[in-house]
């Protein structure tokens, strides 16, 4: 019997039953097929430098309108991830040698696209002694010799909590550290297996332990059969955490060896979903049926410092307030 694409890409799954009833997605979730010359351009260059990027691998949604606007999602670290997660499209296996001229290749695609904002992203690599940590932060220091106007954005795996490799990454002083939590703790073990989801909430609370003025992110996938309630926990979690920007987005079943979509989540849901995060003192809330982890994130980041000078103004101006009534009270007695 012949092996399928899928079985080459996705070993460990080849002997689990499938999931071969795929939902028709919704009017409000179907995209166009990329075929503008920008996407071909970005393409064309992504090749020439040996680089992987998330958007191709992870199959996005968004392909086609971020690339023809030069936005792309960088996967460092290979394109063989060490784990089996049942929503990722990833290829799982032996993982590739880590190529040493990466960092000064991605250095080059960002200059030669003259991008604003750069998004890295790798597998998990819990081969790797640090997780690949000291990997992101070489790659990060080559972007910064070569566009230091140019802002970084990082969406790192969870290093298996492998001692120091925050601390790395974080001395390395991204802009942005986004680590997905992708779903509720209840589904982990079918959705997420080879995490916890503790382990995910302690890297994000870390990082703003070690440098407050990096802005933290993380994103949520809906339509698994997750409870509203689970969610807003979700939230409550992540702002114990102090994370500043949420993303959530309808989750898309890649293929039938994939976790099913449980239900196709309406757009006025998200929009209550945003409602509420907003409300729960998130700086950013990008919630809609193709938000993606990258979806335009240079313009969420510009937004992002925006709406942390606003959020620094109110403070300074209730602090000042709080002064003038301590003042008049004590002039009161």
């Known amino acids: 019997m012949p092996v399928s694409k899928d079985q080459v890409r996705h070993p460990e799954k080849q002997h689990k039953p499938d999931n071969p009833v795929v939902r028709r997605k919704p009017a409000w979730i179907r995209v166009k097929a990329p075929v ?26 968004n392909i086609g309108e971020c690339w023809s606007h030069g936005h792309a999602t960088v996967m460092i670290l290979g394109s063989v991830c ?8 990833v290829a799982t296996g032996r993982p590739d040698l880590v190529d040493p001229h990466e960092p000064e290749n991605v250095a080059e695609a960002c200059g030669q696209l003259k991008l604003r ?28 010799r070569t566009s230091p106007e140019t802002t970084i954005e990082i969406l790192t795996p969870d290093f298996k909590g492998k001692p120091g490799a925050v601390e790395i990454v974080v001395e390395a002083r991204p802009d942005v550290f ?4 992708e779903t509720v703790p209840r589904l982990y073990p079918t959705i997420r297996s080879g995490a916890r989801y503790f382990t995910s909430l302690q890297l994000l609370a870390r990082v703003k332990e070690l440098d407050p003025g990096i802005f933290t992110k993380s994103g949520l996938m809906v339509g698994l059969g997750e409870t ?30 994939h976790a099913a979509v ?10 209550s979903y945003e409602k509420v995060a907003r409300g729960k003192g998130f700086l950013m ?14 313009d969420d980041f510009d937004r992002l410092k925006a709406a942390r000078q606003e959020s620094l103004k109110a403070t300074a101006g209730e602090t000042i307030n709080l002064v003038d009534l301590a003042a008049a009270q004590e002039a009161s007695h």
Not at 178 to 181: A, D, I, M, S
Not at 285 to 298: E, F, H, N
Request: negative net charge; contains cysteine; aromatic residues 8%.
């Open 117 to 144: 904002h750069l998004v890295i992203t790798s597998v998990d690599r819990d081969d790797l002694p640090d997780g690949g940590a000291g990997h992101f932060a070489a790659t990060i220091a080559a972007v910064r």
């Open 178 to 181: 986004n680590h997905n939590l």
């Open 285 to 298: 809330v990008s919630a809609s049926p193709l938000t993606r982890s990258s979806y335009l994130a240079g």
């Open 262 to 271: 449980d239900r196709f989540v309406p757009p006025e849901e998200f929009s």
């Open 82 to 89: 060490t784990r089996a997660c049942a929503f990722c499209n």
């Open 36 to 61: 503008s010359r920008e996407y071909n351009d970005l393409r064309l260059l992504m090749r020439r430098l040996n680089l992987n990027t998330v958007c191709e691998e992870a199959a996005c949604p």
């Open 228 to 257: 509203k309630e689970e969610v807003f926990q979700v939230m409550d979690d992540q702002r114990s955490a102090d994370v500043d920007f949420l993303t959530i987005g309808q989750y898309l079943q890649p293929t039938p060896k």
